[in-house]
């Protein structure tokens, strides 16, 4: 058992209590010691509180040069709705790894998303006696990024909005005038923005008096065609009636009405952006290069052609920096960027996995979640993610569960917040080994990037002997370099120990380069047809609108950008009761989009909600302070 | 001048550079140190990087029982669009107490919204050599107590609309059902949350399957009138296409849409209740009894009612505890709570004031701000604020300038962004002494609640000799305790010790005791007719639906709740453009709503809104990231 200072023994208790029980049960050590573990020192990290620092992203420039430690992935199989311990299984890893294994170790989560945490779903710190604490800071607000993409993403929006309305109204020359006031010794100046928009266009002038009226007319006048914008309004809160409205209703905005909708923060293009931009420059000319919808005549217009990518780089400034955090074990985590899989990229961001990747250095291990399926997930991790990191995994590991493997062998339908069927609570080997399609084809799939997979079943108490055996047997014959039960959620890292040596095994024993799917230079409908070709579909069908889009995104130059499909999680295609492996099915593409400052083309399979709901009985129902404590109840 | 260690010796320069070049050229203290200086250990607050600190509310309970120090607010003369320096004014006269008089001094601000700050004003951090630094961080998140009630109120906002939906498809036994589902041994049960409701309606079983259809009916079915809500979205972001809205037109949402609007944040109830909440256990109950409507019986409907006033508590927790900045002279500064004195109450929060009262102990001050002039902040801050807290002020400062009482005796007017008409640029005496009608009533108003009233003469460069002492004589003529020129923005503190030597003197010699304008315990009408007087209005009009909501509200037993007026901040009365001190008016009351969390009635006086909106080149144009640096550029 590793000596180091900062590991805490867990006393565990059987049956597992509440995971909020479990959380406060343990004092959390302030999050200076965890930095002084990484070798932080004080300027290298802001605290937030006592249990949350920023780690400055300046790290970075201080540890170029050194070598990185192990790179681990982590996805899942196709899931049931009630998740199947992925974000459980990453912590428990690495209180093994860390606390068992003596190996230096960074967890990379994913920020959750509080829309869902007051909803249906509960929050996302992990479970049992593997979790990241203190969880309530975790879930909400944590140290305010989803908040500052919030603003920065609606702050866009009234731009955009307002800009169209005020060109209404003013000529070329009115708007000019506008945009460049006249100093106190009455000269009219570009600011700084402006000529980003200027050099654009073509226009090398350097003072407003010196453009021709033609000049005055192509930069004054974005001539924004409504009926392209693909900006939408964001908000961190389930809800569902904001999906659609019609906006400018108001007697001031003159009958300038227009339709469109709020998605939930973590899906704005800016998540992306943070997610995988690599330094401050480089967001700044992502948040910048965010295309809102198109010129009427047919020209992208940017963040910047509006004035406003500065002001957003602004307000995303601290958010750049990931959050550290603590798991039950004592063993660190950094917290950045968001999740939802199926509509966004859902990974945690580069720069966080980069820091973690120094601090660990040779020997160590980052272990880093991708959210949903390893469809998913996994995919938009290897073929986006790392191709703008650079950086080389040398293990998946792939989460399964006796559960989910039995709907995929034909079990019946599994819905959250209803009682599970008896085929879930009793033995039935036939119905686990049929299941195991799904596991197979997401071994292989992962395995062609040219990474070790390890296949961790996450165990439940329900689960059989001739279970288990079953699905380690299926997945060494699909190529698993080695499957391992683990009982991280009722014991801790301790109960993740064999799985901490087989991934370690695994990092250490890489006999192939990293390949990812597709090649950028060729076009988006080939690159969409490879990822289809991954979820088993014999052929692609795209909608008129997605010929349309592809072919204008073609035209303007964005062809050669990774894909990012917005897909279900519960089925390798697009209908989510289509369980296991399904083969033979077209994909329908019924939109496509395209977030240019992120770096990638999306393409809507199907329909996808990009705003969830509250139920009748939201998770709220449960949450309250102690008001004499101060400690947060009902969580879950 | 004072020995304190964390007192900075400013180098003035001349003429004034712009605020972020004076903001960026000190480097503030770390702020542990200001915190040390007030006696707070490290245990009695939470780091938010090196330079903010939330102050925990615990530490009201540590102090209890010892002395408060003395306690000035900060209102206004009615001010110019371009904003009279009162913010900057407050900062000089703590930097010239602290730094040059040897007080311990703490000045309570509100934090600033973002909207403004992107829109047309700028920041609010003060101004020249009177600031709160660092300038970016005052102005931008802070540490998060706006997003947070963005995302408190727009929960609730989610929690109605999805409620109405939900009831409209079930019936009563349904939602019944739904509401307290059955646990793992198939039992129901009422949450902790619903026992409010169930005590509410006098309902006193303790089990769901108790209830007769009728209390089955009448506990789960909320029957919310869509037509009563008053409850509306929030944002921080100046969105005026916002204003006016129509929801739920997405499919799912089958049919069910409504108008209605997003507000800015500050102008949110939360915000209200969190300036005049006194304890968490006191924020949580009236966070849980904000009325959002009425029932189609016209029973108010709470946020208990909805189950999710003890989530809304959980949001702000945090939110709660004030933060800890600095001036440029390292004096200590409390930021809470919102501005908006017209919309809003306007006012700092009672627990920063409270905090604060303690740590300078007697021969301290805190100086605290209230919006706008003093027609609205200091009489809100009086009637409600005080009214709530038991605080009883000593001094109230009225900050007046030349170019603002050249407005009210009838200069030319003044308009955000266009250039000074020359007669607020050369000496005008006959003018100022017109103008001064203004600032009379203003002392006069203020005098009345029993305070002594001290001018402060925010001086600017192009004020003449003759103008400076025509307001003096004006002031004192008027019943001022004193009058005082101030030229705090040129020089720091060192430019205000006369103004705090003049406060010092006013505190020490309060001869009455604290009056309020208007009991409680009379009619809606007749506070609004006392407020009204003191506007110089010689009656008031109401409308029809004034006059009905004013009776709903009595009926429903909240018409002894003090009132926060929703009026014009550029006039004592409804009309902007009567400057001066007009009288004979008759002030019409367009509609009347209730903040029964917060805990006060407000009536809109003529059109107010509560959304601003963005200029065709908005503050944002100019605002950037040195991404070599890490600073903001082009903040103002």
Redesign the interface.
Known sequence: MSSSKTVRKLQVVSPVPADIDIANSVQPLHISEIANELNLSPNHY?????YKA?VLLSVLDEVEGSKDGYYVVVGGITPTPLGEGKSTTTVGLCQALGAFLDKKVVTCLRQPS?GPT?GIKGGAAGGGYSQVIPM?EFN??LT?DI??I??AN??L???I???I??EST?SDKA?LN????PNKEGKRSF????FRRLKKLGISKTRPEELTPQEVKKFARLDIDPDSLTWR?V????????????????P??KG?V??T?FDISVASEIMAVLALTT???D??ERLGNMVIGNSKAGDPVTADDL?????L???M??AINPTLMQTLEGTPVLVHAGPFANIAHGNSSIVADKIALKLVGPGGFVVTEAGFGADIGTEKFMNIKCRYSGLTPQCAVIVATIRALKMHGGGPEVIA?KPLDHAYLNENVALVEAGCVNLARHISNTKAYGVNVVVAVNMFSTDSEAELSAVRNAALAAGAYDAVICTHHAHGGKGAVDLGIAVQKACENVTQPLRFLYPLDTGIKEKIEAIAGSYGASGVEYSEQADKQIEMYSKQGFSGLPICMAKTQYSFSHEASKKGAPTGFTLPIRDVRASIGAGFIYPLVGTM?TMP??????C??????D??T?K?I??S
Chains 1, 2 share one sequence.
């Open positions: 802001d605290l937030y509180g006592k920023k509080q007051f309530d909400l607000h305010g908040h500052a919030t603003a609606n702050l929006a009234a731009a909005d307002t800009r309305f005020h003013q708007l506008r945009l460049c006031p600011s700084n923005i402006m309004r908000m961190d809160v389930n809800d569902r009636f904001l999906r659609k409205i019609t906006i400018g209703q108001g001031e905005e300038m227009r339709e909708g330094s401050l420059a967001m700044r004035g406003v990518g500065g002001a780089t602004v307000l400034k601290d917040g909600s709901g509250l139920p009748t009985r939201p709220f129902y449960d949450i309250d302070l008001t004499a101060g947060v009902g969580l």
